[in-house]
T-cell receptor, first 115, second 117 residues
Framework: AQKITQTQPGMFVQEKEAVTLDCTYD???????LFWYKQPSSGEMIFLIY??????QNATEGRYSLNFQKARKSANLVISASQLGDSAMYFC????????????FGKGTRLHILP | DVKVTQSSRYLVKRTGEKVFLECVQD?????MFWYRQDPGLGLRLIYF???????EKGDIPEGYSVSREKKERFSLILESASTNQTSMYLC????????????????FGPGTRLTVL
């Protein structure tokens, strides 16, 4: 069965440090995509980064990068030089290309950046 | 910019009331989704729709129904609200998946926090 696991319910990190948020997934489909979303306290979901299962290189978007290890079924989000505004809930999610367009979400990690 | 709007940010209803949550997107997306979000459970899919008048059940459809009469609008209906439906409701939309390898991110509305008393 398809599943997304985020093992860190909460994290506290000092400002300016790098942060790694863990995400593992389980699927037998060869074709899928992985997303990370950020949800600040205001509630809106903000798309951060995407990695396709056939992409050869790890995705990067500004301070965000995705450490994609396909054999280990892992898609960790790395935030470099964290800022106070990075404090939020972060969700890992997966879409299956050969099926419908549903996305399944992990349960999220709440990140607190300390000044 | 893609914009997804939801009719209310906060809503308080009484047990047994019929509740309508409206979602509108302005980017001509084929797909629309309704999720509920509860602490410790993440986002769970209630219903989704690929096209006008089409709907598919998600993971937790019990107690809900949906309506999609126009492409831009997707409504979630609680026929008889119950206290266990107190939650944050998020609407999302996306383009139809054109095929393998394509990125099909979902764009979310601001959410409706529903309290059923």
């Amino acid at each position: 069965a398809q599943k997304i696991t985020q093992t860190q319910p909460g994290m506290f990190v000092q400002e300016k440090e790098a942060v790694t948020l863990d995400c593992t997934y389980d699927t037998s489909d060869p074709s899928y995509g992985l997303f990370w979303y950020k949800q600040p306290s205001s509630g809106e979901m903000i798309f951060l980064i995407y990695q396709g299962s056939y992409d050869q290189q790890n995705a990067t978007e500004g301070r965000y990068s995705l450490n994609f290890q396909k054999a280990r079924k892992s898609a960790n989000l790395v935030i470099s030089a964290s800022q106070l505004g990075d404090s939020a809930m972060y969700f890992c999610a997966m879409i299956f290309m050969n099926r419908d367009d549903k996305i399944i979400f992990g349960k999220g990690t709440r990140l607190h950046i300390l000044p | 910019d893609v914009k997804v709007t939801q009719s209310s940010r906060y809503l308080v209803k009484r047990t047994g009331e019929k509740v309508f949550l409206e979602c509108v997107q302005d980017m001509d997306h084929e797909n629309m989704f309704w999720y509920r979000q509860d602490p410790g459970l993440g986002l769970r899919l209630i219903y989704f729709s690929y096209d006008v008048k089409m709907k598919e059940k998600g993971d937790i459809p019990e107690g809900y129904s949906v309506s999609r009469e126009k492409k831009e609008r997707f409504s979630l209906i609680l026929e008889s609200a119950s206290t266990n439906q107190t939650s944050m409701y998020l609407c999302a939309s996306s383009l139809y998946n054109p095929g393998q390898g394509a990125r099909v991110e979902q764009f979310f509305g601001p959410g409706t926090r529903l309290t059923v008393l």
